[in-house]
């Protein structure tokens, strides 16, 4: 085969098509790397924090729910596992946050490999729901434990500032590009599984068990790996959101709320895509950050109905989310 | 030196609920052969290709699969072993394209999607989907899905292929084509048993066929000699009569 065919050839072809996807998250990333040079309100950039976390959030649900199919409305228990394992092990042993952010995925992994094992053989909506309920029990038990804090949460204490303790007084760009290095890890892990076989085989179940299972697909190990990435990076987010706003509660971490908005940004932007949690996320949090100040503090749930009625919207006139607007070879 | 059979199946007995789909099945496909099963609606053929398959737990009897008993392995397994399937009522993975759908197939053998995808390329070429192959698969017409359902099968390089009425709703001259296919498939050493109901198109294409009624083995022979099995022709007629 001369070179010139081979390099036209359809795996070759599709091979580029996939990487013209790299170049243009190059840019994208940068641009968004470079917002904190320009932008200079506070509150803008908060939003655009928000607006990155929830983007790596949806990123995170999109692996399990988007490429696997098993729509978990429970992510905010492996939020609250890296919150709080972060949290925990900074106030108490002294251990950078960055550590604490590697023990929460890994304690979420083994979390979500448990739930997986009493819930995979569940289907379709009793899989969504049975979710939600072991979530809620996480979050009383949080509630009632001492070693959490209980009901009064934890306080982060007032440390030096700087990348080991990931605290920043006063300034928010450092935040801008940890939650956007958050938000490039989950995109990269997610372009990387694209095209390997977990990926296809992740996708074989959420399309289609008895084809899948006929063609040698492990659907049960599939689910479990599946499950176990998602939870990782939800609770990095969590560790996170922790170190940015130094002080966790239960209700501030671990309420079914959360568990929705880190579905909806996907499903918004287009579920079991590449770039919908991000154009999700960037339609969504600005969104509902403003109708907040605009109407009010969070306790109303008025945003909850805006955003619920926007998927409604969406999910009647364009139910495989906005990137679908684009042409399909660009996406 | 008479060799083994590929496929062994002894005493298969599968109920559903108080149906018995199939009752006592017992029979042996030869390396190399194309095996027709035929029979009346409901007799339980799809319900004996889901039993070697491994889609579900049988409740009595034994499968043999190539010197290896494989009554109890689950379906990625027997797969592994080189079973592979089509199912009647045709089933794609919507949200992958035409060659992402056969690519799956393809990693059974190949652990690198690239050379997966690449031969889940030629695979599609070799049953005439190629120029389909980044359609997405919802997109496919019936007929197209059906070699859609024998590309993804044909991708796990199997020795057996189990082919649940591929030819159904094809033209004449699909059809033609189709049962082509089969013989190229045979070809190149797959064993092939194949569920169809034109006799037409199995009698000249089949080596052997067993015929069920009931989900019991009603018969069993070469195509002449099933035509000619007053059986045969009872349980057919009565089909009709009680279709009418
Ligand atoms: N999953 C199931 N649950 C309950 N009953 C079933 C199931 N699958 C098949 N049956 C019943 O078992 C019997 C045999 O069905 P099967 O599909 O094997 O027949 P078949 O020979 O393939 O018929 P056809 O030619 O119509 O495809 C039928 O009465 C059918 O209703
Ligand atoms: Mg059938």
């Known amino acids: ?56 959030m949806a990123q995170s649900w999109n692996i399990l729910g988007g490429y696997c199919g098993q729509i978990s409305l429970g992510h905010a228990l492996y939020f609250g596992i890296g919150a709080y394992a972060t949290t925990l092990l900074w106030v108490n042993h002294g251990i950078t946050p960055w550590g604490g952010m590697v023990v929460g995925a890994a304690l979420s992994a083994v979390t979500a490999l448990a739930v997986g094992r009493l819930c995979f053989r569940l289907k379709g909506h009793y899989f969504s729901i049975a979710t939600i309920v072991i979530a809620e029990i ?56 694209e095209d390997s076989p977990w990926g296809y085989w992740w996708r074989a179940v959420k399309d289609d068990v008895q084809a899948a299972e006929s063609l040698g697909v492990e659907v049960f190990a599939s689910k479990m790996s599946a499950a176990a990435v998602s939870a990782a990076f939800t609770a990095v987010g969590g560790g996170f959101y922790a170190a940015y706003v130094a002080y966790i509660d239960p209700e501030s971490v671990m309420t079914f709320r959360f568990s929705l ?38 306790g109303s749930g008025l945003d909850l109905v805006i955003y619920g009625g926007l998927i409604m919207v969406v999910a009647l006139a364009r139910p495989e989310g906005l990137l679908s607007l684009l042409p399909r070879r660009s996406r | 030196m008479t060799e083994t059979p590929l496929l062994e199946v002894s005493n298969v007995t599968k109920r559903f609920g108080g149906l018995t789909a199939n009752a006592d099945v017992s029979l042996t496909v030869a390396r190399g052969e194309i095996l027709g099963l035929i029979g009346p609606n409901g007799a339980g053929k799809s319900t004996l290709f ?53 690519l799956v197939g393809a990693l059974t053998r190949r652990p690198k999607t690239r050379a997966a995808r690449h031969a889940a390329h030629e695979v599609l070429d070799f049953v005439g989907l190629g120029s389909r192959a980044e359609a997405s ?27 649940d009425e591929v030819m159904t709703g094809l033209t ?21 048993i194949m569920v169809e109901h034109v006799m037409e198109i199995v009698m000249p294409l089949i080596d052997r066929a067993v015929v069920l009624e009931l989900g019991r083995v009603l018969a069993e022979g070469t195509p002449k000699e099933i035509v000619a099995d007053p059986r045969v022709i009872a349980a057919y007629l009565g089909d009709r009569h009680r279709a009418a």
């Open chain 1, 1 to 56: 085969m001369s070179l010139t065919s081979f390099l036209a050839s359809p795996p070759s072809r599709f091979a580029a098509r996939h990487r013209r996807q790299l170049h243009l998250a190059v840019p994208v990333v940068a641009a968004l790397a470079a917002l904190p040079f320009a932008l200079h309100d506070v509150y803008l950039l908060n939003v655009l924090i928000l607006t990155l976390l929830y983007a790596a």
């Open chain 1, 138 to 193: 996480g979050l009383l038990i949080v509630h009632n434990a001492e070693f959490t804090g209980g009901a009064l949460g934890v306080q982060w204490p007032i440390a030096g500032d700087g990348w080991w303790s990931l605290q920043f007084g006063r300034a928010k760009a450092p935040y801008v590009w940890v939650a956007l290095g958050l938000f490039a890890a989950t995109w990269l892990v997610t372009w990387v599984i």
């Open chain 1, 261 to 298: 908005l880190f579905a909806l940004p996907a499903v918004l932007g287009g579920i079991g895509t590449l770039w919908g949690p991000l154009v999700g996320a960037l339609v969504l949090v600005p969104l509902t950050e403003i109708t907040r100040s605009y109407m009010g503090g969070s």
């Open chain 2, 50 to 102: 889901n039993a070697i398959a491994g889609a579900f737990p049988i409740d009595a009897g034994s499968i043999r699969f190539d010197g290896h008993d494989i009554t109890s392995l689950p379906c990625p397994a027997r797969c592994a072993l080189g079973i592979a399937r089509t199912f009647q009522v045709p089933r794609s993975f919507d949200s992958m394209s035409v060659v992402e759908n056969v």
């Open chain 2, 137 to 163: 698969a919802g997109e496919l017409t019936p007929p197209e899905k059906r070699r859609l359902e024998m590309a993804r099968a044909l991708a796990t390089e199997p020795k057996l292929m189990l082919l």
């Open chain 2, 172 to 192: 004449p001259s699909e059809a033609r084509e189709g049962v082509e296919l089969i013989r190229r498939v045979r070809d190149q050493g797959i064993t092939v």
